[in-house]
């Protein structure tokens, strides 16, 4: 039998490969003796917050992306993260100093005595659900320092922050707690919604924050009761704000500019303000909404009577009910409706405790059957729209937890609801060219975003950035 003749293709197919190997070594060894020859400069992006989780570059906890030229700088920095560590928690419900420390590791005798007694520590005498306590260590495990960010957002002269409390060392190793605060980062997020039944289940389909809802409630209370006058296919679009504290959120701030369509009308808001510090709101037309008085004074409440003819409850007879009646839980916080000055404060006969505010024009407002009264107000005391100034209750002549809101013009009663009450000062001169520079690219926003929504109208939570 002859033998088989190797095919011609799978011997050029042999040879190709073992040319392409020798010429991948040829290449490699020139290229080697260049490298020795001649090494590029190398650079790389070092992020010194890169280190495993809850490890990080101490004393300063801060982000810093910087470009490196040499490679041993890379492991200069590493030898340095290497020196200090942070841990960090959150605060859990039930939570005491010793289960903290026990999560961030720490065990240094004396420490949650000090924090106990030291005045300056009080802050950390109530411990928040939710807040973060950090703690840096040394290679050995002692505490560096530890902080507990007790109060993440607060406002402070048109600015936000947090602050903390730290706990640190002195030069003799003992023990020493000081305030401090640290500015906040602002991230600013538009969204739209459609009404299908409430207010804050749309906005929560929306991904918008409780506390923005809540302000959209306040903002716009003056012209839609948030509680009665809702429709099912009413809209929204709104522009607000976030905080965060390196990286970690720090609470919502505040609605920058919202349009409701309530019933097909259109209600519009935008936040300006005139020092840079102080502000309010204002429609489109520059019209200040601070300056008609607020539907309900309390959120999200129903009418249990209304202004008019009644039965009353205790008397069992018919009487004018004098007010509107909002039905709501011991305790709910009670709002004033307008600016005014405290023109009574105190207990009067079947009203229980009362709350009388004197406005301008000869307007006064009541508020009744309340369970306390706000924290250190007082008779002559100022009050802004929307302060806190009591809370719901069922004291004088009454059958069950409610606020008797009552409203006075020339000390007639009138329906709140349908009083002729005097309109709001606009903007003028210079103020109002400001305000409609200002308000401009806010107005052009929601214009966008209405343009959207027509187009896209199952569209929620349209963007953020």
Known sequence: MQKRSKPIGKISLSILIVGLFAGAAAIATVSNEQNALERPTQKLLVDVLTPPINFALAHEYVSDVREVSDVS??????SSLNETYISETRVRSGDTLASIMGRLSLSEPGLISFISHNKQALSAHKLYPGRTVVAALDQSGGMLWV??????????????????????????????????????????HVAVGTIESSLFAATDLAGVPDAITSQIAEVLGGKIDFARDMRRGDQFRVIYETRTHRGRPAGAGRVLAVEFINKGVAFNATWFSVDGQSGGYYDKDGVSLRGTFLRSAIKFSRISSTFGMRKHPIAKEWRKHAGVDFAAPTGTPIMATADGTVDFIGWQNGYGKIIVLR?????????????????????????SQGDIIGYVGTTGWSTGAHLHYEMRIAGRPVNPFSASLPAAEPLKGSEKVAFFKEAGGLQLQLEKLATLQSAVPDLMNVASR
């Open 73 to 78: 700088e890379v492991n200069n920095a590493n």
């Open 147 to 188: 902080r507990y960010y007790h109060t993440p957002g607060e406002e402070q002269k048109g600015t936000t922050i947090t602050r903390y409390l730290e706990i640190s060392k002195d030069a003799t190793s003992e023990f020493e707690a000081r305030e401090a605060f640290e500015s906040t980062e602002t991230q600013t």
């Open 359 to 383: 406005h301008g024009n000869n307007i006064i407002t009541m508020f009744a059957h309340q369970s306390r009264f706000a924290k250190n107000l007082k008779k002559s005391e100022q009050v």
